[in-house]
């Protein structure tokens, strides 16, 4: 029996040519993802012509920012999902500083889309769900796992770095970075 194609897996593979500032990449990348992510950025700023303004911002933060995914960290969607949710609420923002145009209705709706200071369950779900799983499996690693993950991904330190950092012998280093992004990519899945 043949394996169902990993549509993440394609996506990475787009992600890291764009990354290498292949246009084509971004080109397929856009053609398989534009169509929920305008779907996206329409919900929150409700204007077709805001919506498109967004989409196009968010494809080029893609494009320049591309190199910064960790595929360990977030399933592609969801990194550039949440790249979308940010350009929407920034225009919507830009538009309510700028004092252009506010009318009643858009008010309205910008009071619905922009976060209050104190988040509610919806905004929650969508600004953190992926910190919040990631924190939740990165709590089922050992703590010296956890800890060379975090040195690793989050101060960019290398794995001779590591080693040295926390007195351990290379390859136990190496052993444990592998094991566990494969616990995090398995716990993320499951939870997605």
Same mark, same amino acid.
């Given at each position: 029996?043949?394996?169902?194609?990993?549509?993440?897996?394609?996506?990475?593979?787009?992600?890291?040519?764009? =990354?290498?500032?292949?246009?084509?990449?971004?080109?397929?990348?856009?053609?398989?993802?534009?169509?929920?992510?305008?779907?996206? +950025?329409?919900?929150?700023?409700?204007?077709? @012509?805001? +919506?498109?303004?967004?989409?196009?911002?968010?494809?080029?933060?893609?494009?320049?920012?591309?190199? /910064?995914?960790? =595929? *360990?960290? *977030?399933?592609?969607?969801?990194?550039?999902?949440?790249?979308?949710?940010?350009?929407?609420?920034?225009?919507?923002?830009?538009?309510? =500083?700028?004092?252009?145009? $506010?009318?009643?209705?858009? /008010? @309205?709706?910008? +009071?619905?889309?922009?976060?209050?200071? @104190?988040?509610?369950? $919806?905004?929650? +779900?969508?600004?953190?769900?992926?910190?919040?799983?990631?924190?939740?499996?990165?709590? $089922?690693?050992?703590? =010296?796992?956890? @800890?060379?993950? *975090?040195?690793?991904?989050?101060? /960019?330190? *290398?794995?001779?770095?590591?080693?040295? $950092?926390?007195?351990?012998p290379l390859g136990t280093i190496k052993t444990w970075i592998r094991r566990g992004l494969d616990k995090l990519r398995v716990c993320m899945e499951r939870a997605g």
């Amino acid at each position: 029996m043949t394996a169902l194609p990993d549509p993440d897996a394609d996506l990475i593979a787009l992600l890291d040519r764009v =990354a290498g500032r292949d246009p084509k990449a971004l080109h397929n990348l856009y053609q398989r993802t534009a169509g929920r992510f305008y779907g996206l +950025a329409l919900r929150i700023v409700r204007k077709p @012509e805001w +919506a498109e303004d967004v989409q196009q911002e968010a494809y080029l933060t893609i494009w320049r920012s591309a190199s /910064e995914y960790r =595929a *360990s960290l *977030s399933p592609p969607m969801a990194w550039m999902g949440l790249i979308v949710r940010s350009r929407a609420l920034d225009l919507l923002r830009r538009h309510r =500083a700028a004092g252009a145009g $506010q009318t009643q209705a858009f /008010e @309205e709706d910008a +009071a619905d889309a922009l976060p209050s200071a @104190e988040p509610g369950p $919806q905004e929650l +779900a969508d600004a953190s769900e992926q910190a919040w799983l990631l924190h939740q499996c990165l709590q $089922q690693l050992a703590p =010296a796992q956890r @800890e060379a993950l *975090s040195l690793a991904y989050l101060r /960019e330190l *290398s794995h001779t770095e590591l080693a040295r $950092q926390l007195a351990q012998p290379l390859g136990t280093i190496k052993t444990w970075i592998r094991r566990g992004l494969d616990k995090l990519r398995v716990c993320m899945e499951r939870a997605g």
